[in-house]
């Protein structure tokens, strides 16, 4: 028994399979975190272009909410966002 507990042979592969979890979830959390903010950036790029477009038009209230919704949604097309909900005030 004294042997056994002594022996420090092979002592190296189970600690890197536990070091390995810590990792791969790092990983992927950097990625998911990286595409997230990837598509946040692309959706404030296609917002900030419908202002400025927004912003040289002389036209009513209704027809410039129409204007800015197609030309966010021309600019924005990134498919690996869905579900995109909003409202023009």
Do not use: H, W
């Not at 202002?51 to 009513?60: G, N, Y």
Request: proline fraction near 2%; glycine fraction near 10%.
């Amino acid at each position: 028994m004294v042997r056994f507990l002594r022996n420090c042979d092979g002592g190296v592969a189970p600690l890197m399979a536990l070091g390995a979890i810590p990792l791969v979830i790092g990983v992927g959390a950097a990625v998911d975190y990286s595409r997230g903010n990837a598509g946040r950036t692309a959706m404030q790029a296609a917002l900030d272009a419908a202002a400025i477009m927004a912003a040289k038009q002389s036209i009513s209230a209704g027809q410039l909410t129409d204007d800015v919704q197609s030309y966010f949604n021309a600019n924005f097309t990134r498919s690996d966002v869905k579900n995109l909900q909003g409202q023009c005030e």
